[in-house]
């Protein structure tokens, strides 16, 4: 297969896609939802300054491009949800990394990454066929390989964030939680330590405090708010702090010595795994000594010996 075929393979699928998408965004061919219907009408019963309204962001660096497709990218994710494929997971998941990003938002992020991963592979064997090695067998593994590696990369990504955000959120909690210790032990209530704490520190904890205070001031209940995060976070001593928030709040307990033991307990937790960690980075520092300076003092003390035997022979 010849470089101009390629070519002219590539363009007629980029005129196929082109005119798919004129045909596909024909009002006849795409049925108005009963919520577009109804909009306008509804335009008059919203209170809130459209000023106020969030408008959207684009995910990527081709602003016009993505606003062409993105209602492509809204019926794809539609129809994926109709599967239920971790909606509720990835929503769980996006709130602890700290996104503000929706789940539509994610999925058509991950749609977009796989898709870069086809585009990728259709570069790879392009290439491939211009120089005569083309494989049907291989193509297809290929894009296909391209493509699941998009969308799992993407889910990695995701992963990584949360593991970074929980590991800045522990080690915070210690000063935070002393810092509210002190502030329920001058005579605030959990509710104004929290926002004190809030007011005068910076961080993911801090961010998370502030989230909480403005459930409760926009109407919710203390011990629900607090219990929300408690519900959508995985890290244990966290989990701990917060319910041992919601127990005082709803019962009255002290809490300043609680505060100050749990604050002690991340401490020594924390002390535990670096102890830990220097543990197995000194066994990995065991294989390049041994592997590698370890031969070489061998060797350099050894050929002088060989050398004079040689030469007494």
């Not at 459209?50 to 129809?79: C, H, K, M, N, W």
């Not at 509210?180 to 509710?191: I, N």
């Amino acid at each position: 297969m010849s470089a101009s075929t390629v070519l002219a393979a590539s363009c007629g699928a980029v005129l196929a896609l082109g005119c798919w998408l004129i045909l596909k965004r024909l009002p006849f061919l795409r049925r108005m939802t009963f919520s577009d219907r109804i909009a306008p009408q509804l335009k008059s019963k919203r209170l809130e300054s459209r000023l106020l309204l969030s408008t959207e962001q684009d995910l990527t660096p081709f602003g016009s491009l993505e606003r062409i497709l993105r209602p492509f990218f809204r019926d794809a994710v539609s129809f994926i949800s109709r599967f239920n494929i971790g909606t509720g997971a990835a929503a769980k998941r996006l709130a602890r990394s700290g996104s503000t990003k929706s789940i539509l938002d994610f999925r058509v992020e991950q749609i977009l990454w796989s898709g870069g991963g086809l585009v990728l592979a259709l570069l790879v064997i392009a290439v491939r066929a211009a120089a005569g090695q083309f494989n049907p067998a291989v193509s297809f593994v290929s894009v296909l390989g391209g493509t699941l590696s998009g969308y799992v990369l993407r889910d990695y990504v995701l992963g990584q964030q949360i593991r970074r955000r929980e590991r800045r959120m522990l080690s915070e909690f210690p000063s935070l939680a002393e810092l509210m210790a002190l502030a329920v032990a001058a005579g605030e209530s959990a509710l104004g330590a929290m926002d004190r704490v809030s007011r005068s520190s910076q961080g993911e904890l801090s961010n998370e405090f502030a989230l909480i205070l403005a459930d409760a001031r926009s109407g919710r209940p203390l011990p629900e708010a607090l219990q929300a995060f408690s519900t959508r976070s995985e890290l244990p001593p966290l989990v701990r702090f917060f319910d041992g928030l919601v127990v005082a709040v709803e019962r009255g307990t002290p809490l300043a010595e609680v505060l100050r033991a749990q604050a002690a307990d991340v401490r020594d937790a924390a002390k535990r795994e670096l102890m830990e960690s220097a543990g197995r980075k000194e066994i990995a520092m065991m294989v390049p000594l041994v592997f590698g300076v370890l031969p070489l003092t061998v060797l350099f003390a050894a050929f002088p010996a060989v050398a004079a035997l040689q030469m007494s022979l």
